[in-house]
């Protein structure tokens, strides 16, 4: 979608769909973009040193007051919305225009997908939900103390080898 080149040959069938999504008229088609913002919801660079959240979406299409965010995913389906609720939110921080983001998990192996759509009224709910995680994180960050958790990363994904949910990737 980036980059204009061609798919790799276990993805091939999907080339129609990003043709069909690319020629979306009157659309700004972004992917792989990087959102940065302040603690008080301002867009700043991606690296900056006040930045309070990170985001990279995969695909966004803007078409008015409407936007599609799309993640890909390529693992084992599970359902949470968090993740795409979240680039909702930084989307109508930085594009006040926006009234809607509809958003939608591609699931590559299975070809499923799960959608979701949220409104810019939803937005304050959304940080008002988000605040307690990102902050705890930042605190991690800033003392340097990462409680261990587990996770699918455990499995030889996580760079943190004497924890007791770590074990070898199989296979």
Known sequence: MRDGKKLPSDMIRL?????????????EITAEQKIALTPNLKETTYFAKNVWLRGVIDLSI?????????????????VDPTQLKLFAAMLFAIRPNLKRV???????????????????????????EMEPRV???????????WPKRQSG???GWCPVKDC????????
Not at 102 to 127: M, Q
Request: aromatic share 12%; proline share 5%.
């Open 15 to 27: 080339e129609p769909l990003c043709a069909k999504i690319l020629s979306v008229p009157n659309a």
């Open 62 to 78: 803007i078409r008015g007051t409407t936007a599609r965010v799309i993640d890909y995913k390529t693992g084992k389906r599970k």
């Open 102 to 128: 509809k958003t939608s998990f591609w699931w590559l192996k299975t070809r499923e997908t799960d959608h979701d759509e949220f409104t810019v009224d939803e937005a304050p709910l959304i940080w008002q």
């Open 135 to 145: 902050s705890r994180m930042h605190l991690a960050y800033e003392v340097d103390e």
């Open 153 to 155: 990363l455990c499995r």
């Open 164 to 171: 007791e949910f770590w074990e070898p990737k199989h296979g």
